[in-house]
């Protein structure tokens, strides 16, 4: 059985950080392409950054979040991180980690995605 376990989430004021991270167990996490995605109330889930899995990582990041945000992994661990840095209020949301371990190729779509995890909130004061 694949677990996506979040942690890391919590308050903090604008211009801020958080690093969230997302552990792996139930599948061969280096193969696997991972994802985070949050979700805001009233809004629908989007995409945020994912890394590609296999060798000669790929990383890819929304427009909201370039510059600010950075994905990685540690494939010793099994798992994957979110560092978020000049944190904003509009990045309020629940966030979701996720794994794809049909392809290691980077996606940008949750259709796309195989595993979840059941999230963790992050609020951005102002």
């Known amino acids: 059985q694949v677990q996506l376990v979040e942690s890391g989430g919590g308050l903090v004021q604008a211009g801020g950080s958080l690093r969230l991270s997302c552990a792996v167990s139930?599948?061969?996490?280096?193969?696997?392409?991972m994802g985070w995605f949050r979700q805001a109330p009233g809004k629908e889930r989007e995409f945020v950054a994912a890394i590609s899995g296999g060798s000669g990582y790929t990383t890819y990041y929304a427009d909201s979040v370039k510059g600010r945000f950075t994905i990685s992994r540690d494939n010793a661990k099994n798992t994957v991180y979110l560092q978020m840095n000049s944190l904003k209020p509009e990045d309020t949301a629940d966030y979701y980690c996720a794994a794809r371990d049909s392809n290691p190729m980077v996606v940008l779509g949750p259709m796309d995605y195989d595993y979840w995890g059941q999230g963790t909130q992050v609020t951005v004061s102002s």
């Open positions: 139930g599948r061969t996490f280096s193969n696997c392409a």
